[in-house]
T-cell receptor
């Protein structure tokens, strides 16, 4: 079973709100990722967690705050977002902590609209 | 740093016709190569991957891809397209020394005519 589950599927939030996106996998994967995808564009890497520790932050603004409570869960906390942050946010996971021989599996995504 | 180019932004084929989507990569060593498909409003689904070995890779949904080192290409093919194949297709490359990072191409949108 190669399933990454994301909630909510759709989220509308105001620029002063605080919300969170959640991601869960039960494949025993030790690396988890957040990607951002704008319309008609490829996904862009935001964060990588490896063994529950943040290993890559692609210069993402601090209004996005990731959290990895345990090896199965990954959250993305959102605060004071801008309308241009509206996008599809994809969570992904892979078995190992490097790309060597590992496949990255993606969830269905959370559609975020900032108003 | 690695890069991926998908030269065709849009492709339209008739249902039942064959399909080839192009992907060219730039990387100094043997890369790890992937094809993902994204239906409208959905996440990315892995179609197939190449890590090593046989350069012709079989994937799900009847897709295959061939790694050609001399041409730095990893083109995706399907002998007979179905209407349900209409989607966005992304080629991606991972490098041995780039940790967990995938680099995606710009994507090719496939439209299928009845």
């Amino acid at each position: 079973d190669t399933e990454v589950t994301q909630t909510p599927k759709h989220l509308v939030m105001g620029m002063t709100n605080k919300k969170s996106l959640k991601c869960e996998q039960h494949m025993g994967h030790r690396a988890m990722y957040w990607y951002k995808q704008k319309a008609k564009k490829p996904p862009e890497l935001m964060f990588v967690y490896s063994y529950e520790k943040l290993s890559i932050n692609e210069s993402v603004p601090s209004r996005f705050s990731p959290e990895c409570p345990n090896s199965s869960l990954l959250n993305l906390h959102l605060h004071a977002l801008q309308p241009e942050d509206s996008a599809l946010y994809l969570c992904a996971s892979s078995h190992g902590a490097t790309i060597s021989g590992n496949t990255i599996y993606f969830g269905e995504g959370s559609w975020l609209t900032v108003v | 740093a690695q890069s991926v180019t998908q030269p065709d932004i849009h492709i339209t084929v008739s249902e039942g016709a064959s399909l080839e989507l192009r992907c060219n990569y730039s990387y100094g060593a043997t890369p790890y190569l992937f094809w993902y498909v994204q239906s409208p409003g959905q996440g990315l689904q892995l179609l197939l991957k190449y890590f090593s070995g046989d350069t012709l890779v079989q994937g799900i949904k009847g897709f295959e891809a061939e790694f050609k080192r001399s041409q730095s290409s990893f083109n995706l093919r399907k002998p007979s397209v179905h209407w349900s194949d209409a989607a966005e297709y992304f080629c991606a490359v991972g490098a041995k020394n780039a940790g967990n990072m995938l680099t995606f191409g710009g994507g090719t949108r496939l439209m299928v005519k009845p």
